[in-house]
């Protein structure tokens, strides 16, 4: 790894990412709204129809709880079964990933609706008090709690839990003591030659736990395996996966070039896996890197000749 500090993406395309997330999010609401609606005329407003504004809003506040209510119940019954992952005694990562790809989307929606319904009843008064026509009044509020989820699900990784229980119960299968589990990183593994812009769900191929012992570079995941000498450890790269959200936080990933087997070279992303936000990943990443690299470099001052 080179003295110079590692390159993250820069500001301009990390604002580009946020606006782009945010303009797809805005769209989103905004069809939903109109598919709703039918592409008829806006509705009357409830007074109109007879209904008191007191009511209405207080069954918007019992509406959001519900819609709340349902994303907590959703999000704690899919942790308590793995996402509905039975078996850990053969490959899960491959459909897993799918699931949570629809799961992550089933609980943003989940909860979006129910802050919109709580901001609506709250600030759709204050809107149209305001001037703003009701129709949008109501409206707004229910966006701006999309997008409000939205970007705090980009920040936060709600599967992180996930991620560590189901891992460990996978590793637990192949006879790895829970103390070594405690001693080691959890990591998703992906190629850096294969672009992760092609990919639809988890850009990481495979999950595991990686360890660095005195002598060798251990990993071991839910489909694949290696282990590294201290003397196969050519370098520790870090560069930015642009397709990956985690970049938009500054996260810089960590490659590993090593001789793998029959000496022939290989190049490994690591991604941290099992934390809860983007800074957290960040500083898993910087951590890994450093220890791996003083690893390296101690191996090689220690090699004879």
């Not at 929606?109 to 759709?124: E, P, Y």
């Not at 204050?126 to 009044?137: D, W």
């Not at 030659?193 to 988890?202: E, V």
């Not at 660095?212 to 071991?220: E, G, N, S, T, V």
């Amino acid at each position: 790894m080179t003295e110079d500090r590692p390159r993250k993406l820069e500001p301009w395309k990390r604002l580009l990412g946020v606006l782009g997330l945010t303009a797809v999010t805005l769209a989103s609401a905004v069809g939903a709204y109109y598919l709703v609606r039918g592409g008829g005329e806006a509705p009357a407003p409830l007074e109109q129809e007879g209904a008191s504004p007191l009511i209405s809003n207080l069954f918007g506040i019992v509406l959001g709880f519900l819609f709340f209510g349902a994303a907590i119940f959703a999000y704690v019954i899919i942790l308590v079964t793995g996402a509905f992952t039975f078996d850990f005694n053969r490959p899960f990562w491959s459909s897993l990933k799918v699931k949570l790809w629809f799961f992550n989307i089933a609980v943003l929606v989940l909860a979006a609706v129910g802050l919109g319904f709580f901001g609506r009843a709250i600030l759709g008064p204050i809107l149209a008090g305001l001037g703003l026509p009701v129709p949008l009044a109501d409206i707004v509020p229910m966006i701006g709690a999309l997008l409000v989820v939205q970007v705090a699900l980009v920040w936060l990784n709600l599967w992180a839990p996930l991620e560590k229980a189901c891992i460990r119960r996978r590793l637990e299968g192949y006879g790895v003591t829970r103390r070594s589990l405690d001693a080691g990183w959890l990591v998703g593994i992906s190629d850096p030659a294969t672009s992760s812009m092609k990919k639809m769900t988890a850009i990481e191929d495979d999950l595991g736990m990686l360890w660095l012992r005195d002598d060798q570079l251990a990993y071991r995941g839910d489909s694949q395996g290696f282990d590294v000498p201290r003397g196969d450890l050519l370098e520790v790269e870090r560069a930015v996966d642009a397709a990956s959200v985690q970049a938009l936080g500054g996260a810089v990933h960590v490659i590993l070039r090593f001789r793998g087997e029959g000496g022939a070279e290989r190049r490994v992303r690591l991604h941290a896996s099992g934390c809860w936000h983007m800074g957290a990943v960040k500083e898993r990443l910087e951590t890994m890197a450093a220890r791996l690299e003083a690893w390296r470099v101690a191996g090689a001052t220690q090699a004879p000749g």
